[in-house]
Protein backbone atom coordinates (compact mmCIF):
# COMPACT_ATOMS: atom_id res chain seq x y z
CA UNK A 1 0.00 0.00 0.00
CA UNK A 2 1.15 3.51 -0.60
CA UNK A 3 2.45 6.01 2.09
CA UNK A 4 -0.86 7.64 3.57
CA UNK A 5 -3.25 5.53 1.67
CA UNK A 6 -6.90 5.70 3.33
CA UNK A 7 -8.75 2.55 4.39
CA UNK A 8 -11.25 2.09 1.43
CA UNK A 9 -11.32 -1.86 0.45
CA UNK A 10 -11.86 -2.67 -3.07
CA UNK A 11 -14.27 -6.02 -3.38
CA UNK A 12 -13.80 -8.32 -6.24
CA UNK A 13 -16.61 -10.25 -7.83
CA UNK A 14 -15.92 -13.47 -6.18
CA UNK A 15 -16.30 -11.56 -2.86
CA UNK A 16 -20.12 -10.96 -3.44
CA UNK A 17 -21.37 -13.83 -5.23
CA UNK A 18 -24.23 -14.61 -4.05
CA UNK A 19 -25.61 -11.29 -1.70
CA UNK A 20 -28.15 -9.23 -2.55
CA UNK A 21 -28.67 -5.54 -3.37
CA UNK A 22 -31.73 -2.79 -3.92
CA UNK A 23 -29.91 -0.97 -6.41
CA UNK A 24 -27.05 -1.89 -9.09
CA UNK A 25 -25.10 1.54 -10.56
CA UNK A 26 -23.36 0.31 -13.83
CA UNK A 27 -20.29 2.65 -13.77
CA UNK A 28 -18.50 4.44 -10.67
CA UNK A 29 -18.34 7.94 -13.09
CA UNK A 30 -18.57 11.58 -11.89
CA UNK A 31 -22.49 11.05 -12.11
CA UNK A 32 -22.50 7.96 -10.92
CA UNK A 33 -21.14 8.48 -7.54
CA UNK A 34 -24.21 10.93 -7.19
CA UNK A 35 -26.84 8.27 -8.58
CA UNK A 36 -25.21 5.96 -5.65
CA UNK A 37 -25.49 8.47 -3.17
CA UNK A 38 -29.04 9.19 -3.01
CA UNK A 39 -30.85 5.48 -2.53
CA UNK A 40 -28.24 4.80 -0.10
CA UNK A 41 -29.20 7.89 2.44
CA UNK A 42 -31.62 5.06 3.58
CA UNK A 43 -30.15 2.33 6.14
CA UNK A 44 -32.83 -0.21 4.56
CA UNK A 45 -31.33 -0.05 1.19
CA UNK A 46 -27.81 -1.15 -0.25
CA UNK A 47 -26.17 -0.05 -3.22
CA UNK A 48 -23.72 -2.14 -5.63
CA UNK A 49 -21.48 0.44 -7.73
CA UNK A 50 -19.62 -1.51 -10.72
CA UNK A 51 -16.53 0.26 -11.71
CA UNK A 52 -13.68 -1.64 -13.97
CA UNK A 53 -11.42 0.97 -12.46
CA UNK A 54 -9.41 0.90 -9.45
CA UNK A 55 -9.95 3.46 -6.54
CA UNK A 56 -6.10 4.26 -6.19
CA UNK A 57 -6.89 6.49 -3.48
CA UNK A 58 -3.19 7.67 -2.40
CA UNK A 59 -1.93 10.62 -1.36
CA UNK A 60 -0.52 11.25 -4.69
CA UNK A 61 -4.01 11.24 -5.85
CA UNK A 62 -5.41 13.95 -3.62
CA UNK A 63 -2.47 16.45 -4.47
CA UNK A 64 -4.41 19.23 -6.66
CA UNK A 65 -1.62 20.51 -8.72
CA UNK A 66 -0.39 16.69 -8.92
CA UNK A 67 -3.20 14.29 -9.41
CA UNK A 68 -4.68 15.99 -12.65
CA UNK A 69 -1.48 14.09 -14.34
CA UNK A 70 -1.41 10.75 -13.09
CA UNK A 71 -2.26 8.87 -16.07
CA UNK A 72 0.17 6.42 -15.09
CA UNK A 73 -1.57 5.98 -11.56
CA UNK A 74 -5.44 6.67 -12.21
CA UNK A 75 -6.50 4.53 -15.40
CA UNK A 76 -7.10 7.45 -18.08
CA UNK A 77 -8.29 6.64 -21.14
CA UNK A 78 -7.22 9.39 -24.47
CA UNK A 79 -9.79 10.41 -26.79
CA UNK A 80 -9.51 12.37 -30.39
CA UNK A 81 -12.51 14.62 -30.56
CA UNK A 82 -14.76 15.26 -34.34
CA UNK A 83 -12.61 17.88 -36.66
CA UNK A 84 -13.21 21.52 -34.88
CA UNK A 85 -14.13 23.57 -37.88
CA UNK A 86 -12.95 26.69 -36.06
CA UNK A 87 -9.86 25.26 -35.71
CA UNK A 88 -9.32 24.40 -39.10
CA UNK A 89 -10.32 20.98 -38.69
CA UNK A 90 -7.90 19.68 -35.91
CA UNK A 91 -9.07 17.38 -33.67
CA UNK A 92 -8.77 17.74 -29.64
CA UNK A 93 -7.23 15.27 -27.56
CA UNK A 94 -9.56 14.29 -24.88
CA UNK A 95 -8.94 12.40 -21.79
CA UNK A 96 -11.25 10.61 -19.46
CA UNK A 97 -10.89 9.23 -16.32
CA UNK A 98 -11.10 5.42 -15.93
CA UNK A 99 -10.97 5.24 -12.01
CA UNK A 100 -14.00 5.26 -9.11
CA UNK A 101 -15.30 9.29 -9.55
CA UNK A 102 -14.40 9.10 -12.77
CA UNK A 103 -12.76 12.52 -14.66
CA UNK A 104 -13.07 14.47 -11.09
CA UNK A 105 -10.52 12.34 -10.18
CA UNK A 106 -8.56 14.16 -12.69
CA UNK A 107 -10.12 17.61 -14.28
CA UNK A 108 -8.85 21.00 -13.14
CA UNK A 109 -11.12 20.87 -10.01
CA UNK A 110 -13.15 24.29 -11.64
CA UNK A 111 -16.94 24.74 -10.48
CA UNK A 112 -18.32 26.70 -12.89
CA UNK A 113 -22.30 27.04 -13.23
CA UNK A 114 -22.62 29.01 -16.42
CA UNK A 115 -25.22 31.81 -16.50
CA UNK A 116 -28.84 31.60 -16.00
CA UNK A 117 -29.59 32.87 -19.90
CA UNK A 118 -27.55 29.85 -21.00
CA UNK A 119 -30.24 27.23 -19.18
CA UNK A 120 -33.01 29.37 -20.22
CA UNK A 121 -31.61 29.39 -23.86
CA UNK A 122 -32.10 25.38 -23.12
CA UNK A 123 -35.37 25.36 -21.82
CA UNK A 124 -36.64 27.26 -24.72
CA UNK A 125 -35.45 24.82 -27.32
CA UNK A 126 -38.14 22.15 -25.47
CA UNK A 127 -36.08 21.51 -22.43
CA UNK A 128 -38.12 22.81 -19.62
CA UNK A 129 -36.99 20.97 -17.07
CA UNK A 130 -33.05 22.69 -17.71
CA UNK A 131 -34.40 26.36 -17.19
CA UNK A 132 -32.51 28.54 -14.44
CA UNK A 133 -35.43 27.84 -12.30
CA UNK A 134 -35.37 24.44 -12.26
CA UNK A 135 -31.26 23.75 -11.58
CA UNK A 136 -30.40 26.23 -9.63
CA UNK A 137 -32.16 24.38 -6.58
CA UNK A 138 -30.16 21.94 -7.58
CA UNK A 139 -26.49 23.17 -8.00
CA UNK A 140 -27.28 24.42 -4.64
CA UNK A 141 -27.47 21.28 -3.47
CA UNK A 142 -24.95 20.00 -4.24
CA UNK A 143 -22.97 23.16 -3.00
CA UNK A 144 -20.29 23.67 0.14
CA UNK A 145 -19.35 26.92 -0.79
CA UNK A 146 -17.10 27.98 2.50
CA UNK A 147 -15.54 30.74 0.58
CA UNK A 148 -18.98 32.67 0.46
CA UNK A 149 -20.65 32.41 3.24
CA UNK A 150 -23.29 34.91 3.22
CA UNK A 151 -24.23 34.31 -0.73
CA UNK A 152 -27.74 33.12 -0.47
CA UNK A 153 -27.34 32.23 -4.26
CA UNK A 154 -24.51 30.18 -3.69
CA UNK A 155 -25.11 26.05 -1.36
CA UNK A 156 -23.80 25.86 1.44
CA UNK A 157 -24.62 22.22 3.18
CA UNK A 158 -24.02 20.03 -0.15
CA UNK A 159 -21.44 17.35 -0.36
CA UNK A 160 -19.18 19.36 -2.35
CA UNK A 161 -16.53 21.53 -1.15
CA UNK A 162 -15.98 24.54 -2.90
CA UNK A 163 -13.26 27.11 -1.93
CA UNK A 164 -12.20 30.03 -3.77
CA UNK A 165 -8.78 30.56 -4.56
CA UNK A 166 -7.56 34.46 -4.34
CA UNK A 167 -4.27 36.13 -6.00
CA UNK A 168 -1.51 35.07 -4.32
CA UNK A 169 1.16 36.87 -6.33
CA UNK A 170 2.62 40.16 -7.35
CA UNK A 171 1.68 39.05 -10.69
CA UNK A 172 -2.07 39.08 -9.83
CA UNK A 173 -2.38 42.70 -8.95
CA UNK A 174 -0.93 43.39 -12.40
CA UNK A 175 -3.37 41.43 -14.08
CA UNK A 176 -5.74 42.92 -12.15
CA UNK A 177 -4.72 46.20 -13.15
CA UNK A 178 -4.95 45.64 -16.67
CA UNK A 179 -8.53 44.14 -16.37
CA UNK A 180 -9.68 47.60 -15.14
CA UNK A 181 -7.59 49.36 -18.17
CA UNK A 182 -9.67 47.20 -20.63
CA UNK A 183 -12.74 48.11 -18.79
CA UNK A 184 -13.57 44.13 -18.01
CA UNK A 185 -16.11 43.55 -15.27
CA UNK A 186 -14.38 42.23 -12.34
CA UNK A 187 -16.27 39.97 -10.31
CA UNK A 188 -15.95 38.27 -6.64
CA UNK A 189 -17.27 35.25 -7.66
CA UNK A 190 -17.67 33.05 -11.65
CA UNK A 191 -21.26 31.30 -9.88
CA UNK A 192 -22.96 34.89 -8.76
CA UNK A 193 -25.73 34.30 -11.29
CA UNK A 194 -26.21 38.53 -11.20
CA UNK A 195 -22.56 39.09 -12.36
CA UNK A 196 -21.50 39.54 -15.40
CA UNK A 197 -21.40 36.84 -18.52
CA UNK A 198 -18.05 37.41 -19.57
CA UNK A 199 -15.10 39.16 -17.31
CA UNK A 200 -12.29 38.46 -15.08
CA UNK A 201 -13.19 36.49 -12.23
CA UNK A 202 -11.80 34.65 -9.43
CA UNK A 203 -12.45 30.96 -9.70
CA UNK A 204 -13.97 28.40 -7.45
CA UNK A 205 -12.25 24.97 -6.99
CA UNK A 206 -13.53 21.91 -5.50
CA UNK A 207 -10.84 21.23 -2.57
CA UNK A 208 -11.70 19.98 0.75
CA UNK A 209 -10.67 21.64 4.02
CA UNK A 210 -7.68 19.78 3.91
CA UNK A 211 -6.17 20.97 0.65
CA UNK A 212 -7.06 17.74 -1.10
CA UNK A 213 -8.91 17.33 -4.80
CA UNK A 214 -12.81 16.78 -3.93
CA UNK A 215 -13.54 14.49 -6.26
CA UNK A 216 -17.11 13.16 -6.84
CA UNK A 217 -15.72 9.90 -5.14
CA UNK A 218 -15.05 11.63 -2.06
CA UNK A 219 -17.30 14.11 -2.15
CA UNK A 220 -20.70 11.52 -2.45
CA UNK A 221 -18.96 7.96 -1.22
CA UNK A 222 -16.52 8.84 1.91
CA UNK A 223 -18.40 6.07 4.15
CA UNK A 224 -18.96 3.10 2.42
CA UNK A 225 -18.07 -0.56 1.57
CA UNK A 226 -16.50 -0.71 -1.66
Known amino acids: MW ?21 IVVGGGTASCAIASRPSEDPDVTVLVLEKGAINDHWLSRI ?3 SGSLS ?14 SCNGRQADLWSGEALGGSS ?13 MYNEWAQMEHPNWSWEMVEPIFKRIENCVSHPNAA ?27 AALGLPIEDSINNPDGHAAGYYYLDYTIDQNGHRHSAYSAYLPNVWL
Not at 72 to 85: A, D, G, H, N, Y
Not at 105 to 117: S, W
Request: charged share 20%.
Open 153 to 179: SLGHNGPLHIVQHLPQFQLHNYIDKSA
Open 105 to 117: RINQMLCTRGMPA
Open 64 to 66: PLI
Open 72 to 85: RILQVTRRWSEPIE
Open 3 to 23: PFESAYPERKAPEIHGEEYSY
